[in-house]
């Protein structure tokens, strides 16, 4: 079983829509989550950082983390044709291993 | 505010060839830093870390290297590459290598023919 689960998409939804994003997890010991967001041929840049469970918002975008399902979401809302893109979740134990464990991302289009 | 830098930004090479990316990052000291290679469908892999010069944990047996000769500088190398090392390489950094974030640099495209 891999550490991190990412479904891969293609997700399509037309422009307004609300988008959600999810990720499951095996190791009960993660406790930093992260979601980063990659245009094509471009290197991933941070969006969310969040520790241990709850939500965090930040302009158009929450992130969600349930700790008890090893479930973690990112919420987009009125979502924009520049948000086309790959989502990239991670997280890390944040114990004395280095790993951070990243899922393979979910493609994003939306569609004007 | 930092900034981490990747060069060059594609590169073709023939197999066999030798290889040198390279990797700095600015405003910041003693960062933490990462090579990584990036596949379609198959996320982000880790290939190397380093918590200080010439310091180089390796986490995937291959035929790349990687080197820290300055303290915001991280190369990634090899001597003859093979087509299978063709991919995207990301270097990223961090403050703390259990709990801060990683920041990604914009990436170098490999492409072994």
């Known amino acids: 079983q891999k550490e991190v689960e990412q479904d891969p998409g293609p997700l399509s939804v037309p422009e307004g829509a609300i988008v959600s994003l999810n990720c499951t997890y095996s190791n009960s010991a993660f406790q930093y989550f992260m979601w980063y967001r990659q245009y094509s041929r471009k290197g991933p840049e941070l969006l969310m950082y969040?520790?241990?469970?709850g939500n965090k918002e930040d302009g158009r975008f929450t992130a969600q983390v349930d700790k008890s399902s090893k479930y973690i979401s990112l919420f987009i809302r009125d979502s924009q044709p520049s948000d086309s893109a790959t989502y990239l979740c991670a997280m890390s134990a944040g114990n004395t291993g280095n790993q951070f464990y990243f899922g393979t991302g979910t493609s994003l289009t939306v569609i004007p | 505010s930092q900034t981490i830098h990747q060069w060059p930004a594609t590169l073709v090479q023939p197999v066999g060839s030798p290889l040198s990316l390279e990797c700095t990052v600015e405003g910041t000291s003693n960062p933490n830093l990462y090579w990584y290679r990036q596949a379609a469908g198959r996320g982000l892999q880790l290939l190397f870390y380093?918590?200080?010069?010439?310091?180089i944990s390796s986490e995937v047996p291959q035929n790349l290297s990687a080197s820290r000769p300055q303290d915001r500088q991280f190369i990634l190398s090899s001597k003859k590459l093979l087509l299978s090392d063709s991919g995207f390489y990301l270097c990223?950094?961090?403050?703390?290598?259990?709990?801060?974030?990683?920041?990604f640099g914009p990436g170098t495209r490999l492409t072994v023919l």
């Open positions: 990223a950094w961090s403050r703390d290598r259990r709990t801060d974030t990683q920041y």
């Open positions: 380093s918590v200080g010069i010439g310091q």
């Open positions: 969040t520790y241990s469970s």
